[in-house]
């Protein structure tokens, strides 16, 4: 039973599983503002019982042990800004969506003018 989420949590708790000890104490963004929604809802963290929600409990659970902070960007910036206006965060977020669409050539042109040596964290 595939809920509609699915689809944003995966990438976060594999990230988080693949990368572990090297991200302790980093920021990992999404730009799913539901995710980001549920992981903020205090309600359920006061209490010993998961979220209904398995994955949002496992994002919690891992991104708690490795002091990893999960927090919200908005998506698509090349729709709502000029290229020359996107921050670090929004290239970022570009490049995932580009790399889920096998668009990698395009993720390294996005990056190469200002950060050579940046690329290989990308795809650790």
């Known amino acids: 039973n595939v809920h509609s989420f699915e689809a944003e949590e995966v990438p976060i708790i594999t990230a988080l599983l693949l990368l572990g000890e090297r991200i302790r104490g980093a920021t990992l963004f999404t730009d799913s503002e539901s995710v980001y929604k ?44 000029k290229r020359k206006d996107w921050t670090f965060t929004d290239k970022g977020n570009v490049a995932a969506d580009w790399v889920t669409r096998g668009r990698f050539e395009d993720v390294f042109d996005l990056f190469q003018q200002e950060c050579k040596n940046c690329l290989h964290l990308l795809f650790l």
């Open 38 to 81: 549920k992981l903020q809802s205090a309600r359920w963290k006061q209490s010993d019982e998961m979220h209904e929600d398995p994955y949002i409990s496992t994002i919690y659970k891992i991104s708690t042990q490795l002091e990893v902070t999960i927090s919200f960007t908005p998506g698509h910036a090349e729709k709502r800004k």
